[in-house]
């Protein structure tokens, strides 16, 4: 006899659900904290404006703009800095004798 997959295949989940049902769970016994059973209800509180935090998107965009502008400058400014002489002219003439004696 052939098995096909397709007649069989809703036997494994039902399967594993049934299996699942036989496992012994752990007794938790008092490991709820004394008086947690007569405790009030937590307090709970609106979300409006919750998720309103974030800038709109185009305050977000043109922030985001100035602080790219503002990284391109510094680091225009630092390339800037580095196309001068590494060794200055007069370490460059020590250097230039130490190499000559």
Known sequence: MVLHRSRFRHLFPAAALLLAG???LPD???AAPVGLEDADYPLL???DGTFQSDPPPREAG????AALAARRAALLRRAADLQGPVV???T???MRRG???
């Open 22 to 24: 036989c496992t012994n």
């Open 28 to 30: 938790l016994g008092d």
């Open 45 to 47: 509180i609106p979300l």
């Open 62 to 65: 043109a922030q985001a703009a």
């Open 88 to 90: 200055d002219a007069e």
């Open 92 to 94: 460059e003439e020590r």
């Open 99 to 101: 190499v000559a004696d």
